[in-house]
Every structure is written in structure tokens, then in C-alpha cells.
């Protein structure tokens, strides 16, 4: 059975654009890890909105709900790149890095309290490493 890794892999490596001289893994960790960011933070904003504290983890929503937005459009561009679109590409994902490592910042504020905010903490480190991890293989 293929994998959602393999297709995109697959999708990759058969780009008649090219993707330059950057490793398939490394793109396909990095939009993998942006869905996943994706996916844990709007669920952990939606589980914060469920808390009787809302008001207390106002922040906390508000970076959730940007983290997953940014995330969302990284792994897209990812996905998408070309060598003609390389400067973006490379912006959005130093962005994408930076929303991951202030949404962890303040998830893991909360996380010895809300399981969620503690899994979602380690989404967006997980996210954060794989971004940092492209944009230093030269993207």
C-alpha cells in the first residue's frame, strides 16, 4: 500500500519543474510535519474553546489558530516548490518556524494542565525542527 509519504515523494521526484538540489525526504518531512501541525493546533484551539478557563488561554487559541493557518499554507507552497518560487518558498517556511516555536512557547505553558496544549506543543517543535532542518539544506 502507498503511503501519503510515498505519493508525495513520488509527486516530487517526478516534477518536471524540478526541485533543485534538495532532498525529497527533507521536502516531504517538512509538509508532513506542517499537516500534522496543522491538524494539532486547530484541534487544541478547539479543545482550549471547550475549557472553563477560555479567557485564561485567549493566547493560547489565538497562536493555535495562526500556527495552523501558517502551517497550512507552508505545506502547500512546499509541496509546490519550484526553483523559480524559491524565495517565497524559503520566507514562508523561516514564517512557519517562527509560528511553530511561539505557538510551542506558549502550548507548553499550559501543558501541565491540558494534555492537549502538551501535544500540541511537541506538533509544532516537530514542525519547527523539520522547517529549520530545509531551510539549512538550502532552500
Known amino acids: 500500500m502507498t503511503t501519503v509519504d510515498d505519493t ?31 491538524r494539532a493546533c486547530t484541534a487544541c484551539a478547539d479543545a482550549c474553546l471547550a475549557e472553563g478557563e477560555v479567557e485564561r488561554l485567549a493566547a493560547c487559541i489565538r497562536l493555535d489558530l495562526d500556527c495552523a493557518d501558517v502551517c497550512d499554507v507552508t505545506a502547500r507552497l512546499v509541496s509546490r516548490y519550484t526553483p523559480d518560487s524559491a524565495d517565497l ?36 517543535r516537530a514542525c519547527e525542527r523539520a522547517c529549520s532542518d530545509l531551510l539549512a539544506a538550502g532552500l
Open 8 to 38: 508525495l515523494k513520488d509527486m516530487l521526484r517526478t516534477h518536471p519543474g524540478g526541485k533543485g538540489a534538495l532532498d525529497e525526504d527533507l521536502i516531504a518531512r517538512c509538509v508532513e510535519e506542517c499537516d500534522r501541525c496543522a
Open 89 to 124: 518558498t524559503r520566507a514562508q517556511v523561516e514564517a512557519c518556524a517562527l509560528a511553530c516555536a511561539a505557538c510551542a512557547a506558549e502550548c507548553e505553558r499550559h501543558a501541565g494542565a491540558h494534555e492537549h496544549c502538551r501535544l500540541c506543543a511537541e506538533a509544532c
